[in-house]
Every structure is written in C-alpha cells, then in structure tokens.
C-alpha cells in the first residue's frame, strides 16, 4: 500500500512538471500582474485543478470547471447570457497546454486550440473560495431598538408609483430590514394591488389573488378570528414559503389589533453564537408543516416538508426561517436519541422570538400598506374587538429580487 502510495505521489509529480515544462512555467511560477504590484496573481498548476492567489484570494479551480466556464463567443452567449458550450462534450481529463497571465486576464489555451480568456477579478468573486467568503444578500439584523433608532423612512404614495428612484429606496429598504411601508395609499383593494404590482407579480394561492378579509371564521384558519396570534411565517406548509406578505387595514372599528413584527434572522444569528449545535440541528432535521381545511366552500390539505432553518451549505447564511407553531405537523422525522435534542433547540429559538426587546409593534391603519419578507420576519397581532377588516397578497419573491437587481442592489 505504502509502494502504490509513493508511487501515485511520484507520477503527480512527473505530470505536473511536465505540464510546467510544456508551458513555459516554472513549478510554482509567480507573475506580477499589470498595475496590482500588491499581492501578485500566483499561479500553481496542479493534477486535477489551476490553484490561483489573487487579491487575498486562494483558488483551486478545475480544469473541467475552467472549460466549462469559458467566455468566449462560441461557448457563451452574451446575447442572453446563457452557455453555448456542451457541458456533456468536454473531456473530463482535459488539461491545458498553455497558461498565462497577461492584463489582469487568465489565458487558457486548451487541447485543440481553442483560448479562454478569463478576468481575474470574475474568477475570483465566482470561485467557491470567493463564495465561501461573501454573502448573498446583505442584511441589518435587528430588534425594536435598532429599527426604530434606524429612522427608516416611508415612502410615499404619489411618489412611490412615479418615482423609479423612489421605488429604488424602498427595496434598499425591504433588502436591509425585511419590512418596508407605503404611507397615504387610498383605503381600497385597488390601491392596495396597484401598489403591489409595482414591486413584483402577485402570487395566487389557494386565498385568492387578493384577499379582504375579517373576523368572520369564513376560512378555517384563526386569522379570521379576533383572537390574538403569536409570532410566525405563513404559508410554512408550502413546499416554497411565500416570499412577501403584504397587509393593508382598511378599517378598524373597536381597540386592540397592533400588529407584531420580529426578525427571525437576528434571533437565529443569537442562536448560531451561543449554541452552534442547536443552530445546526435546526438547520439540519427536515419537519412537516401541515395545512388541513374543511368547510363548505374550501377544502385544502397542503404539506410542506423542511427544517426551520434552512441555509447555503457553503457560507451557512440563512435565507429562510419556516417558523410556525400552528402549522407544524406531527413530528414524525426524527429519530427517538434526536427528539428530546431538538426540543431543546427549539425551545432556545422560541425563548429569543419572544424577547420583549425583539418585538417591534406597529399600529397599522387605513392608508399605511407593509411589505413583509416572509422568509425573514414573523407577524403576528394582539386581540381585538370591533370591525376589523385588512386587504394583502402574496407576492413573487424572485420577481422582487429581479426589480432589485435591475437597480444595481446586491439580492
């Protein structure tokens, strides 16, 4: 074992200064780049992948990966941004019979001929090790102190359905917090959905499109009660959550009726840095959330299946909190030695939801309409009595992103 062992290290090796020799390049060549005189691009020419250090950076990039990848006319297209090349047609073996750095450029020249040339600065934001290090989307993590000593502004009415730049500020502002308002929008459905519509598509769900509803039980879900509701996400028995929830009060007659807001991600960030292992186990053990619906005019049973956290295996940033202890179903998906574990995580998540300093309540009244980041904030109420009756919709979480996109904000 030990002779195979040597051997296999040897004919690396051999490979690999073969391949320096057929380039040009000394084993472990360093090249100063053009006009970055701190740090240089290193290049080390490894068996199965190119290892690069550029700009604080170190990357191992396959060679598959690099053909792959290539930018070149025939093999992407940059008419609509999609790949030429045949995925399936490239060599798994292939390795490149020339290699340079030149302006800030990678220059492959692969078997056959053909030249890929790549931006140092692209591969390193598109590695995994520049992934690793990055986050998707930036967040403020916040409880009530923090939001209210933000001082986030509104937005307006008129100006919001004129104003590109407008409209700009206030995904900047939904991005960074997760909630965001609209002030002074005329107390009809139809404000309400011209409103939404100029943020993203609407979701249709089995509620309808746009929804107006009160306390008359005419769903079998409590929101159509008077009674109070704790914290949580909605649409949690959704195999994708609703992205955006939007509520718009359109009258309230009696007292009571705050509406609760609290970020979920800033509660899991406390869990993540005082027990990692129940962050993880909270991230890890998939539960079922259940929506079963019977009555004269509607009859739905939804299941959705996924952890409570859910997060991008290789920077561990949360994107979605699946938090609702109405809809959970019967855990059934954890073995017995994981129960009584994750009982206890859980518990710790709800004891940070339920802090008095992580509740922000708001007063929502006829003419001010909230957009809440279903993946991020819960919602809940108090109590109320009277008349009370609130318009929303869900919206397409991907179309917000794109509308953000399309204003330069990082989504």
């Not at 004919?11 to 060549?29: D, E, F, K, Y």
């Not at 199965?48 to 093999?75: A, E, I, K, P």
């Amino acid at each position: 074992m030990i002779g195979t062992l040597s051997r296999y290290v040897r004919a690396v090796a051999t490979h690999t200064q073969r391949l320096s020799a057929i380039n040009g390049i000394p084993w472990r060549h360093r090249k100063q780049v053009r006009g970055y005189a701190h740090p240089p691009a290193t290049l080390h020419l490894l068996e199965n992948c190119l290892g690069l250090h550029y700009r604080g950076t170190r990357m191992h990039l396959d060679y598959v990966w690099l053909r792959d990848h290539c930018r070149s006319g025939s093999s992407f297209n940059f008419k609509t941004n999609q790949r030429n090349l045949d995925t399936g047609s490239i060599d798994l073996n292939i390795r490149p019979d020339h290699i340079q750095v030149e302006d800030e450029h990678l220059i492959i020249t692969w078997p056959g001929g053909h030249t890929s040339k790549y931006s140092l600065s692209w591969l390193a934001d598109n590695s995994y090790e520049g992934k690793e290090q990055s986050t998707i989307q930036p967040r403020i993590l916040w409880n009530a102190d923090t939001y209210n000593h933000s001082h986030v502004p509104s937005s307006k009415w008129d100006t919001f359905m004129s104003s590109d730049e407008e409209l700009k500020k206030f995904l900047q502002n939904y991005l960074l917090y997760g909630i965001a308002f609209v002030d002074d929008v005329p107390a009809t459905v139809e404000a309400t959905e011209a409103v939404t519509k100029r943020v993203s598509l609407i979701r249709e769900t089995t509620y309808g499109r746009m929804w107006c509803f009160t306390s008359d039980f005419s769903r079998g879900d409590t929101a159509y009660s008077q009674l109070a509701l704790d914290r949580h996400t909605d649409t949690s028995y959704f195999h994708e959550p609703c992205g955006i929830q939007v509520f718009h009060c359109l009258k309230h007659e009696g007292t009571g009726g705050r509406n609760l807001l609290v970020d979920g991600f800033h509660a899991a960030e406390t869990v993540r840095l005082q027990s990692p292992e129940h962050f993880e186990l909270l991230s890890r053990v998939a539960l079922r959330h259940e929506y079963v619906e019977s009555t004269e005019t509607h009859q739905n049973h939804m299941i959705g299946i996924g952890p409570i956290l859910n997060i991008y295996p290789w920077n561990n940033e949360v994107y979605l909190i699946r938090y609702n202890n109405y809809d959970r179903s019967v855990i059934n998906t954890i073995p017995h030695d994981v129960v009584r574990r994750w009982y206890v995580a859980h518990r710790e998540l709800t004891k940070e939801l339920r802090r008095p300093e992580n509740e922000l309540w708001v007063k929502l009244t006829p003419g001010k309409v909230i957009f809440i980041d279903n993946w991020r904030v819960m919602h809940g109420r108090e109590a109320f009595t009277g008349v009370r009756q609130l318009c929303g919709c869900y919206l397409s979480r991907d179309d917000v992103l794109s509308n953000a996109r399309g204003f330069g904000l990082q989504a």
